[in-house]
């Protein structure tokens, strides 16, 4: 039997906070005591539980080498625990002091082109530097020395951001590293050679100590050697974080521990970091003035849930109003926070924090939007919100426990990822996000909830795998698509998939070799556009749509043609396949069609696969289940500009409101409902 209590537990963030987490990054460091007690107080009033402390301290905690000052830091610990406020403690690495780098001007930064950067921003480090890992592995010892058992500490918060503006280092310390990963590797400099196909434009060669990281060079320099580049510039930073980290299960063993991520970061391989991760936290910036922001930051949230295998995870920030990066910041408009903070919260979040808890009066960010914004609280639009936020979120805890389900998984291989994006390819315009998102927005609108899965995963339970531009095929991903397609199940793909192993070295035998038996096809040539072409495609019913980007030509090798071409020499050929294989369905796109026609091909794919909408709703309106053993919990989020009306087909509570609903729920602008009924 299920001990649904132990269960419920393990969906906690922590046990010590059984509730939605809310706050946001403080930095109190940047403000006179005196403002410390009105802060409080106001993070009180504002249902404040929890607060992101001391990321960018460590000049204030270690002002000159080996010299800590923690009065500071347990004063203002002292005090939120007794204002019942929780401590997710950054270990405040992430961006080191200015001695660090006259002590050791070895420890900046190096771009490809061998500018050394200098400090008085931030993130200003190498990561491979000694001097700066042994630094910091000193402060977090210190750190998680003296915090271990203080009461307050409810989660770490190791760096942060990793790799936001330095994902790597091209100095001659990250060369050293390189070259031992590198060995690590491959053994042998035979097997590099091998690997690297050095035979190409005399690259052979001789010994380790010839090998260099991707610096700036006359022309293409070799793909492997850039593909390697990235997998160690994400392990080097993940080394970081690992070292970090292990101090602190050593000595707190029972305390979580996170890093923020930042939705589909490309240079980090998030399947492995999470892995490494108690809790997976994400920071979210969507562009208010971006109509269709909020889609692309639902496929964020959907990754940071799969991520976690499905786990609850912390939205570590967003803004209250407005950010002060972009090259024009408008304001979330009333409502918009509320809104997409219940985004999250849909899609698996079981907290909601912002940067920052007061915005700054001086600084880069003095433009960035707070909780506490410039104006103070009297009277404050932002500050309402922020309150009212605060008051409701309470109402939702029967739902910490309740997961999202999911019938349709897309496959990302940050590898191939980073792969297809390589310079030397037949089309610069092939960009792995954007093919995503080509797939996701369709299912988005119908309200259709899509998992992430990597390479290696366990396809089980799933109706449908899409698989868009899996152009490295590693990881048995061939025979485990073949499988799960013999098995029932229905897989997506599109052109240029399957084209590369994991040394980027083209699979022979025409495309795509390893995916050919269970799509039943081969492809011949492919053919990428110019910016502005296109073609056309004719669906069996005789409707024609407009294709950009690429044309695969396609020869059948048991598949049946659901489009044709119209247009070119390939006219007539098969543009979209079906293939009937064991008992399952494969589906190849040998192009990018408009979006009408991918959400008729999707349609049907869901159709044929039994995998139905969450819910019917008038466009623009989102809707997410969450449930637990025995609850369902319908999150309906109206992203449009006027009132809906939504149709239920049962009874249900509204969480936020109280009020329970039989037919209809009818929902303002930007308004939320979150209604439970039995399963
Ligand atoms: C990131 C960082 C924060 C802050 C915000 C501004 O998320 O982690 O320190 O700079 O961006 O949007």
Same mark, same amino acid.
């Given at each position: ?511 795509? =070799?390893?995916?050919?038996? $269970?799509?039943?096809? !081969?492809? +011949?040539?492919? /053919? ?6 296109? &073609? @056309? ?78 819910? =019917?709703?008038?466009?623009? $309106?989102?809707?997410? !289940?969450? +449930?637990?053993? /025995? ?6 989020? &109206? @992203? ?40």
């Amino acid at each position: 039997m299920i001990d649904t209590r132990t269960t419920e537990m393990q969906e906690l963030i922590s046990p010590k906070l059984p509730h939605i987490f809310y706050g946001g990054d403080y930095n109190p460091e940047q403000w006179p005591k005196a403002t410390w007690q009105e802060d409080v107080r106001l993070m009180q009033e504002a249902g404040v539980n929890v607060v992101s402390l001391g990321i960018f301290a460590w000049a204030w905690l270690e002002p000159r080498p080996g010299e800590y000052h923690f009065e500071w830091l347990d004063e203002i610990m002292d005090l939120l625990h007794a204002h019942g406020i929780m401590v997710d403690l950054a270990t405040a690495t992430a961006s080191p002091p200015p001695w660090l780098a006259k002590l050791h001007p070895e420890s900046l930064p190096v771009t490809a082109d061998g500018v050394r950067l200098s400090p008085g921003s931030r993130q200003q480090y190498c990561p491979s530097n000694h001097a700066y890992r042994e630094a910091a592995q000193a402060l977090v010892k210190q750190l998680a020395e003296r915090y271990r058992d203080h009461p307050a500490l409810i989660l770490w918060h190791i760096g942060n951001e990793y790799g936001c503006h330095i994902p790597d280092c091209y100095c001659d310390q990250s060369a050293a590293a390189f070259r031992e990963w590198l060995q690590q590797r491959y053994g042998t400099i035979e097997a590099l050679n091998d690997a690297w196909g050095t035979a190409f434009w005399s690259q052979r060669y001789g010994t380790w100590d010839e090998i260099n990281p991707p610096r700036a060079a006359p022309t293409f320099i070799n793909p492997t050697q850039q593909l390697d580049w990235r997998r160690f510039s994400s392990d080097a930073l993940l080394e970081c974080y690992e070292q970090e980290r292990s101090i602190l299960k050593e000595i707190t063993p029972d305390v979580p521990v996170t890093t923020n991520f930042m939705g589909f970061f490309k240079p980090l391989d998030y399947w492995k970091w999470a892995r490494r991760e108690d809790v997976v936290s994400n920071d979210s910036y969507p562009d208010p003035s971006d109509p269709h922001s909020h889609v692309a930051q639902a496929m964020s949230y959907d990754l940071m849930r799969s991520l976690g295998g499905g786990k609850p995870w912390l939205l570590m920030e967003q803004v209250t109003s407005q950010v002060q990066w972009r090259p024009h910041n408008p304001l979330k408009r009333p409502g918009q926070m509320r809104l997409l903070s219940y985004q999250a919260l849909a899609r698996g979040a079981n907290g909601i924090m912002f940067f920052q808890w007061r915005a700054s009066q001086a600084g880069a960010e003095k433009f960035h939007g707070g909780m506490v914004p410039h104006v103070g609280t009297a009277n404050s639009r932002v500050w309402d919100e922020v309150r009212k936020l605060g008051a409701e979120l309470p109402r939702l805890d029967p739902l910490l426990a309740a997961r999202v389900p999911a019938d349709i998984a897309i496959l990302l291989d940050w590898e191939s990822w980073w792969a297809v994006e390589q310079d030397a390819k037949p089309s610069q315009d092939v960009r792995v996000l954007s093919q995503i998102l080509s797939y996701y927005a369709p299912l988005f609108m119908r309200n259709i909830t899509v998992d992430f899965v990597p390479p290696n995963a366990d396809l089980h339970g799933y109706k449908v795998v899409l698989a868009p531009n899996l152009y490295m095929v590693r990881d048995d991903i061939a025979q485990t698509l073949e499988q799960f397609v013999s098995n029932g199940g229905t897989l997506v793909m599109s052109f240029f998939s399957g084209i590369v192993d994991e040394r980027d070295h083209i699979l022979l035998g025409g495309y795509p =070799a390893p995916f050919r038996r $269970v799509l039943g096809l !081969r492809v +011949e040539e492919f /053919d990428p556009y110019v910016p502005g072409q296109t &073609n @056309h495609i004719r669906m069996s019913d005789g409707s024609t749509y407009t294709c950009d980007l690429w044309s695969d030509v396609i020869d059948l090798e048991g598949a049946e043609a659901l489009a044709y071409w119209t247009d070119d020499f390939y006219a007539g050929r098969p543009a979209i396949t079906r293939h009937a294989f064991g008992q399952g369905i494969s589906y190849y796109l040998g192009t990018r069609p408009e979006q009408v026609c991918m959400e008729q091909i999707l349609e049907q794919v869901c159709n044929e696969a039994d995998v139905r909408p969450v819910l =019917a709703v008038p466009p623009g $309106v989102e809707v997410v !289940r969450r +449930e637990n053993a /025995d609850r369902s919990f319908l999150f309906v989020l &109206n @992203h449009t500009t006027s009132a809906v009306e939504i149709g239920l087909n049962q009874t249900a509570h509204n969480l936020l409101t109280g009020e329970e609903h039989s037919e209809r729920v009818t929902l303002q602008s930007r308004a939320v409902a979150v209604l439970e009924s039995g399963r």
